[in-house]
């Protein structure tokens, strides 16, 4: 082809030089190739977005997690209530171990307390034995005390025997008051060591008087001579009977204890001047009527009642 034929690209073309004007112009063409580029772009981009949902929403579907994000919220949940189960289990292997240890200390505890119960049933075992011990010794101390009471209640009858026999000395005395006394009125009795004269009052005192008569003062003289042979203590006691004291005496002795008082004085001091018995060995006591021998019912009973007992008391029993 000749080379005037061809335009050469370099030459321009006059604007609207004998071309149509439906024929695009060399730059329109390329702006509509860079828009159509651009919108081809982002159709593309547009089909990628939309695949990309529908490959998610595919997802989803497959996954049970589709329909609007309500899968994608059961997620959420589920992942919570997995982190809330994993705090409970780690709250829950804390109280598992706290309970361990409280097992083990409780364990501690009993195994000391069942030392503990093993000491008290030794101990126990213990107390019971010595109970027993101590009943035993109870039984023998009882047994013992029933031996010696019995040994104390023989020694007591042997004492008694031996007392109930009279010394040598004191059998000489009884034979001689008996003799001396032996044409009065007089009683003489023995009781263990003791040994009593009785003697009626009116043999020593006129009624109703305390002054010895010439016959008592001869009978005390009798008495205190026999007491002069012995070391014996001599106790006068003076009784009377339930009559009361005359009038014309109650001046004197206003009643039977002052009367029997005086009595037993009189004969203390007769002993003491007539026979020298000591004042050491010499007691004189009243009683009145307050211990009769016999009923004061009778003039017979009354004359009993009225006496005056002499007794004599080794000196080694008082």
């Known amino acids: 082809m000749p080379e005037s034929s061809t335009p050469s690209p370099a030459t321009p073309l006059a604007k609207g030089a004998g071309l149509p004007s439906a024929l695009p112009s060399p730059g329109n ?12 772009t982002v159709a593309s981009s547009a089909v990628t977005v939309v695949a990309w949902k529908t490959a998610a929403l595919a997802t989803a579907a497959v996954l049970g997690l589709g329909g609007g994000g ?3 919220n059961r997620d959420l949940q589920s992942r919570s209530q ?3 189960t994993q705090q409970r289990a780690t709250a829950l292997e804390s109280r598992l171990k706290e309970a361990d240890s409280a097992a083990e200390l409780a364990r501690a505890q009993l195994e000391q ?10 101990t126990s075992l213990e107390l019971e034995q010595a109970r027993a011990e101590l009943a035993r010794l109870k039984d023998l101390s009882d047994s013992e005390k029933k031996v010696l009471e019995k040994k104390l209640a023989d020694q007591q009858i042997q004492m008694e ?17 008996k003799k001396e006394l032996a044409d009065k009125d007089v009683q003489i009795s023995r009781l263990k060591d003791q040994l009593k004269i009785t003697v009626a009052s009116e043999i020593l005192f006129p009624s109703g008087s305390a002054e010895l008569s ?19 203590e001599v106790k006068v006691e003076g009784h009377t009977d339930t009559d009361p004291i005359a009038p014309v005496l109650a001046q004197y002795y206003p009643t039977n204890w002052e009367l029997s008082t005086a009595r037993a004085a009189v004969a203390v001091r007769t002993l003491e001047a007539t026979g020298m018995v000591p004042a050491a060995r010499l007691s ?8 009769p021998v016999s009923p004061n ?3 017979v009973g009354k004359a009993k009642n009225r006496r005056v007992e002499i007794i004599f008391t080794p000196a080694k029993s008082r």
Request: glycine fraction near 8%; avoid cysteine; charge should be positive.
């Open 113 to 122: 307390l069942k030392g503990q119960l093993e000491k008290g049933k030794k």
């Open 297 to 299: 019912d009778t003039p």
């Open 284 to 291: 004189a006591v009243g009683y009145g009527d307050s211990r």
């Open 214 to 232: 010439q016959e008592g003062v001869d009978v005390l003289r009798k008495v205190a001579k026999a007491a002069n042979k012995t070391q014996d």
């Open 70 to 72: 309500y899968y994608f």
């Open 82 to 84: 997995l982190t809330e």
């Open 161 to 177: 025997k031996i007392q109930s026999v009279p010394a040598p000395d004191d059998v000489k005395l009884e034979e001689s008051l």
């Open 29 to 40: 063409a390329l702006a509509k190739s860079a828009a159509s580029g651009a919108v081809k």
